[in-house]
């Protein structure tokens, strides 16, 4: 059984940082491709970054309003998969997801609970 746990989502005002986390079990975070997706109130899950398996190794692949600011990373002996987010604007609040892909397939088959990140003064 696959259980994805994310963690460190907060209030933080605008230009601030946070680091979420995502503790996996019943993969090896080295061994799939991750992604980080968010949701906004009323809008849909917007993709935010991924790591993903290719002939020339993993990349790290980052969305439109991630690039220059946030920066996926893994902790392989953790076997946990961690999003830092910094210089935070209001149009980053939303409930961030972290979830898993095996590989050679096409979607995202599992999904942690989500953390709620919320960006105000």
């Known amino acids: 059984q696959v259980q994805l746990v994310e963690s460190g989502g907060g209030f933080v005002q605008p230009g601030g940082s946070l680091r979420l986390s995502c503790a996996a079990s019943?993969?090896?975070?080295?061994?799939?491709?991750k992604g980080w997706f968010r949701q906004a109130p009323g809008k849909e899950r917007e993709f935010v970054a991924r790591?993903?398996?290719?002939?020339?190794?993993?990349?790290?692949y980052y969305g439109d309003a991630a690039k220059g600011r946030f920066t996926m990373s893994t902790d392989n002996a953790e076997n946990t998969v961690y999003l830092q987010m910094n210089n935070l604007k209001p149009e980053d609040t939303g409930v961030y997801y972290c979830?898993?892909?095996?590989?050679?397939?096409?979607?995202?088959?599992?999904w942690g609970q989500g953390t709620q990140v919320t960006v105000s003064s």
């Open positions: 790591a993903t398996w290719t002939w020339a190794g993993e990349g790290t």
């Open positions: 979830a898993l892909k095996d590989r050679g397939t096409s979607s995202y088959a599992y």
């Open positions: 019943g993969r090896t975070v080295s061994e799939v491709d």
